[in-house]
């Protein structure tokens, strides 16, 4: 991803690092270093700059290649704080558009078995996609495709066209 921004001169991109160093910025962009509980560079590390990422952002654009469990934490996140997220699907080379927990429902399905049940024994995904369900249908979920259209459209369009181009 950052290869990407940094061969197009993207320069508004902030980089989230755990700690006081960052593991990667290639485009030596502004950091935001997020303190973790954890001493342990393990899971839950960088768990924390995740969680501060997904609140601060508007939307999240993920690669999940249907095994990282880190990319998905960050879905997870993003949908608990009612935040669209476009997942590109390398296995399948496609997108998909999460904005509810069924969403990502239907994207696990997609998972082999294997990891399927690994996914499941992390994150106890089936109680964790319940409990999605019954806070959306408890909650009026005021999305950004609502609030900032042209933002997210504008994102959209960008998609859209590396994917044209990709083909």
């Not at 839950?44 to 469990?69: C, H, P, R, T, V």
């Not at 369900?133 to 009026?140: C, D, G, N, R």
């Amino acid at each position: 991803m950052q290869n990407y921004f940094f061969n197009k001169k993207y320069r508004d991109v902030f980089v989230f690092c755990s700690g006081e160093k960052c593991r990667n910025n290639v485009g030596n962009w502004c950091t935001r270093n997020i303190e973790s509980n954890s001493n342990n560079r393990d899971f839950n590390y960088y768990a924390a700059k995740d969680l501060q990422m997904a609140e601060e952002a508007d939307f999240g654009f993920m690669i999940w290649d249907a095994k990282s469990k880190g990319t998905l934490h960050n879905i997870v996140n993003l949908l608990k704080a009612s935040k669209h997220t476009l997942v590109f699907f390398p296995p399948e080379r496609n997108f998909y558009k999460l904005n509810t927990f069924d969403n990502l429902r239907d994207l696990l399905k997609k998972c082999d078995k294997k990891t399927s049940e690994a996914l499941e024994k992390e994150f106890r995904l089936s109680v964790l996609l319940q409990w999605g369900e019954e806070q959306a249908s408890q909650t009026i979920i005021k999305n950004l495709a609502s609030t900032q259209p042209t933002l997210w459209e504008a994102s959209r369009e960008a998609i859209d066209n590396i994917v044209v181009r990709d083909k």
